[in-house]
C-alpha cells in the first residue's frame, strides 16, 4: 500500500528564515506530486504541482518554491520567510489519469513565521 | 475566483439525523468531484467521489448527489454520529495530466449527542 510521509510536523520560524519541509511517498512509482496550504479559516490552496522528476508548476505567485529531486521525493522551501506564510502545509499524491482525481495527502506540517 | 464554494461555513445536527453538506461550483469543465473530511491538525481524508456522469453515488452511510445543470452537488450523511464531526472539503477536478483539484472553504460539520 502507499504512504505519503510530512517532516517536520511542527515548524516554528521567525521571519527572514530560510525554509525546507520534506514530502516522501512510498508504495508507488511515478506519481503525481502537490503542495498545497491552508492558511487558517481558509480552504486548500494548491500551491505546486508536479508530473516528473525536476518538472514543477507553480500555481500561484508567491515568496516558496518547490523541487522535486527524486521521483517520489517533493520539497517546499524559501529563502526568506514572511508573516504571511503561516499555515499548514499539506503534501499529496495521485496516480494519473481518471484514478488520479482523488489525492491521497500526508498529515501535514504545521508552519509559524514569528 | 472561487470556482468551488461551499456558502455555509457550519452546520448543527443532532446524533441519529440526517447532515447535509452542500457545494456549488462555476467551471462546467469540471469532471470529476470529491469530498474529503478534515481534524484539525490533520492531513485531509477522502470520503466520497463522484463522476460528472452520473447523478448518485452511495458508500455506506454517505451519498453524493450532483446536479450539472444547476452546478451543485450536495453530501448527504445518514445517520450523522459524533464522530463525523469535522471540516468538509467539496473539491472538483479537471482532469488532465494534472489532474488538479480545486478545493472549496470547507464547512465545519458538529453532530451534537
Known amino acids: 500500500s502507499q504512504t505519503i510521509h510530512q517532516w517536520p510536523a511542527t515548524l516554528v520560524q521567525p521571519v527572514g528564515s530560510p525554509l525546507s519541509l520534506e514530502c516522501t511517498v512510498e508504495?508507488?512509482?511515478?506519481?503525481?506530486l502537490y503542495w498545497y496550504r491552508q492558511a487558517a479559516g481558509r480552504g486548500l490552496q494548491l500551491l505546486f504541482y508536479?508530473?516528473?522528476?525536476?518538472?514543477i508548476s507553480s500555481e500561484v505567485p508567491q515568496n516558496l518554491s518547490a523541487s522535486r529531486p527524486q521521483d517520489r521525493q517533493f520539497i517546499l522551501s524559501s529563502k526568506k520567510l514572511l508573516l504571511s506564510d503561516s499555515g499548514f502545509y499539506l503534501c499529496a499524491w495521485s496516480t494519473t489519469g481518471l484514478a488520479g482525481a482523488r489525492k491521497d495527502f500526508g498529515p501535514g506540517t504545521r508552519l509559524t513565521v514569528t | 475566483d472561487q470556482q468551488v464554494k461551499q456558502n455555509s461555513p457550519s452546520l448543527s445536527v443532532q446524533e441519529g439525523r440526517i447532515s447535509i453538506l452542500n457545494c456549488d461550483y462555476t467551471n462546467s469543465m469540471f469532471d470529476y468531484f470529491l469530498w474529503y473530511k478534515k481534524y484539525p491538525a490533520e492531513g485531509p481524508t477522502f470520503l466520497i467521489s463522484i463522476s460528472s456522469i452520473k447523478d448518485k453515488n452511495e458508500d455506506g452511510r454517505f451519498t453524493v448527489f450532483l446536479n450539472k445543470s444547476a452546478k451543485h452537488l450536495s453530501l448527504h450523511i445518514v445517520p450523522s454520529q459524533p464522530g463525523d464531526s469535522a471540516v468538509y472539503f467539496c473539491?472538483?477536478?479537471?482532469?488532465?495530466?494534472?489532474?488538479?483539484?480545486?478545493f472549496g472553504t470547507g464547512t465545519l460539520l458538529a453532530v451534537q449527542p
Open positions: 508504495g508507488t512509482s511515478n506519481p503525481n
Open positions: 508536479s508530473v516528473g522528476i525536476g518538472q
Open positions: 473539491a472538483a477536478s479537471g482532469g488532465g495530466a494534472t489532474n488538479k483539484l480545486i
